[in-house]
């Protein structure tokens, strides 16, 4: 594991969780682990089809949206607020093959798979 790169949980600012509910946004479950050369996120997206999945790269940055199939309500301190969408964007390091990405979407987890850009060459022995 590169010791220059760390994932951080940090807590989203409070502005950021009232445009989420604002928005009908819920950020899904994800897990994203290192390979010697790969990463691999996998994310929890249950009531969504595969149809409705996005998955877009913007220089080192993936961004996942699916729609969900019914609204998903949920009622907290005696106000209920209603998602339509998952959304979830990652800051990978800068060596990723974001063109030779794969992925796969089975009961209700997707599973992408991100190849680490090769730094090494090889060299012609005459």
Do not use: C
């Amino acid at each position: 594991m590169r010791d220059d790169f760390k994932i951080r949980t940090m807590f989203p600012p409070i502005g950021s969780l009232i445009d989420d509910i604002e928005h009908r946004i819920l950020s899904p479950l994800s897990y994203l682990k290192e390979f010697d050369n790969h990463w691999l996120l996998e994310l929890d997206l249950p009531m969504v089809n595969k149809k409705d999945i996005k998955v877009t790269f913007d220089g080192n940055m993936i961004n996942v949206e699916a729609k969900l199939n019914e609204k998903y309500s949920e009622e907290k301190l005696g106000k209920i607020s209603k998602f339509e969408y998952f959304k979830k964007s990652l800051s990978l390091p800068d060596m990723i093959d974001a063109k030779k990405t794969t992925a796969k979407f089975q009961k209700g987890r997707l599973e992408i798979k991100i190849p680490k850009k090769s730094t090494g060459r090889s060299i012609k022995i005459s």
